[in-house]
Antibody, heavy 125, light 110 residues
Framework: EVQLVESGGGLVQSGGSLRLSCLAS????????MHWVRQAPGKGLEYISA?????????YYADSVRGRFTISRDNSKNALYVHMSSLRNDDTAVYYC?????????????????WGQGALVTVSS | QSVLTQPPSVSAAPGQRVTISCSGS????????VSWYQQLPGTAPKLLIY???RRPSGIPDRFSGSKSGTSANLDITGLQTGDEADYYC???????????FGGGTKLTVL
């Protein structure tokens, strides 16, 4: 059974930093792209970052987080991370760790077959 | 404002059929696969349809997807109260080189 468990969420002040982790199990983590999707309170889904499989040689960031967020993966630990800095009030959201269905994240790889339960990040001013 | 346009809400009676649309452009829906996600209240989204019209194992055949040109549809037949949820379409945009979600559609089963 595929499981994705996020951790690291919490309350942080505006301008601060936070790192979310996602531990994956139940599949060959090395073979799949991994993604972060967030959802602000009462709002829709926003695709924010992705990293390709294996050595993570290809990385994507949405304009809203580029330059502030850094995605990474540790295949030896089956772990996905996102380091978030210069946090703003509008970064307040539930952050989902999401498994892709391909080794790449774009085009036909833009498909999410398993989602974590989400980690709430609240940015206060 | 989302690049992919979905109706904010749809409603229908139990047992009836409903269609949720997702409208885009040649850069996204027109040239890439569409997937659909169901988000029940208070839970994480779940994959319903991928590659326009394919269902993952365990998804009932009451749920079906289609695509024509720059639009895609999610059809749900035999509506049940348990189908009340938010539904999102998603696809890649080859011009923006960005991943997209529609704004979401809230389904109410009256």
């Amino acid at each position: 059974e595929v499981q994705l468990v996020e951790s690291g969420g919490g309350l942080v002040q505006s301008g601060g930093s936070l790192r979310l982790s996602c531990l994956a199990s139940g599949f060959n983590f090395t073979n799949f792209a991994m993604h972060w999707v967030r959802q602000a309170p009462g709002k829709g889904l926003e695709y924010i970052s992705a990293i390709s499989s294996n050595n993570g040689g290809s990385i994507y960031y949405a304009d809203s987080v580029r330059g502030r967020f850094t995605i990474s993966r540790d295949n030896s630990k089956n772990a996905l991370y996102v380091h978030m800095s210069s946090l703003r009030n509008d970064d307040t959201a539930v952050y989902y760790c999401v498994k892709g269905a391909r080794y790449h994240y774009d085009s036909s790889g833009y498909m999410f077959d398993h989602w974590g339960q989400g980690a709430l990040v609240t940015v206060s001013s | 404002q989302s690049v992919l346009t979905q109706p904010p809400s749809v409603s229908a009676a139990p047992g009836q059929r409903v269609t949720i649309s997702c409208s885009g452009s040649s850069f996204n829906i027109g040239n890439n696969y569409v997937s659909w996600y169901q988000q029940l209240p208070g839970t994480a989204p779940k994959l319903l349809i991928y590659e326009n019209n394919r269902r993952p194992s365990g998804i009932p055949d009451r749920f079906s997807g289609s695509k024509s040109g720059t639009s895609a549809n999610l059809d749900i037949t035999g509506l049940q109260t348990g189908d009340e949820a938010d539904y999102y379409c998603g696809t890649w945009d080859s011009f923006l080189n960005a991943g997209l979600f529609g704004g979401g559609t809230k389904l109410t089963v009256l």
